[in-house]
Structures are given as structure tokens and as C-alpha cells.
């Protein structure tokens, strides 16, 4: 069982940064493959970003939608068992809730929804123009 707890959303003018943090609970964070999703009011929730679970001696693996490429980055810190966002050059389509996803080991495609076991509350990011 693993419990997610996002923070670090709010409201940022467009070109603005932010940091989302997703902290989890448990001792084997670093077998859960993490993702970001996000949802805007009216729209089916829809893939970020997401990072492989750590394998000894190899560099993490981590997968970026289209839409934000270049401007958002994901990373983890297994030490502090938390997954980071770091949204850069935000843009008024960014404004969505936000919301962290672990699943256990590998998953066969990281940009489904249904193939993660456990999400978190959300965090609201807000661009204005």
C-alpha cells in the first residue's frame, strides 16, 4: 500500500515555474514506476510525465508527453521517497489539476491511467495570461 501527497501547485503567470512535489509513504518507493497526470475541468485526465522504478547501475528512464516536452521535467529522489515536476514556461493550457500515480515494478505503457494502482489527492496549478 503505498499513500501519495502532492503539493507545490498554485497560481503563476504564464512563463512562470513551478515544482510539484508527490511524496509517498512505504520502504519500496523505489520500485514504483511514477507518473504525473493532469486533469482541466471538462477533460478526460491525461498523461504528463513519468519515471521508471530504480534499477541498480541504470540511469532512470523517464517519458514526457508531446505538450510539454522541453518545458516540464520529472525526476525522483528515492532517498526522500519523492517524485518531482518542475514545470517551466507554464502556458494557460497548463492550468489543470495535477495528480501523482505510482505503480508497482514495470508497466507496459506508462501513459494509461488504468495501469497505475495509486494516485494522489491532486494539486491545483493555475497560468493566468
Known amino acids: 500500500q503505498v499513500q501519495l501527497v502532492e503539493s507545490g501547485g498554485g497560481l503563476v503567470q504564464a512563463g512562470g515555474s513551478l515544482r510539484l512535489s508527490c511524496a509517498a509513504s512505504?520502504?519500496?518507493?523505489?520500485?514504483?514506476?511514477m507518473g504525473w497526470f493532469r486533469q482541466a475541468p471538462g477533460k478526460e485526465r491525461e498523461f504528463v510525465a513519468a519515471?521508471?522504478?530504480?534499477?541498480?547501475?541504470?540511469?532512470?528512464?523517464?517519458y514526457h508527453a508531446d505538450s510539454v516536452k522541453g518545458r516540464f521535467t520529472i525526476s525522483r529522489d528515492n532517498d526522500k521517497n519523492t517524485v518531482y515536476l518542475q514545470m517551466n514556461s507554464l502556458k494557460p493550457e497548463d492550468t489543470a489539476a495535477y495528480y501523482c500515480?505510482?505503480?508497482?515494478?514495470?508497466?507496459?505503457?506508462?501513459?494509461?491511467?488504468?495501469?497505475?494502482?495509486?494516485w494522489g489527492q491532486g494539486t491545483q496549478v493555475t497560468v493566468s495570461l
Open positions: 519515471i521508471s522504478r530504480n534499477i541498480i547501475w541504470t540511469a532512470d528512464r523517464t
Open positions: 512505504g520502504r519500496t518507493f523505489s520500485r514504483y514506476t
Open positions: 500515480a505510482a505503480a508497482l515494478g514495470v508497466i507496459s505503457d506508462y501513459r494509461i491511467s488504468a495501469a497505475y494502482e495509486y
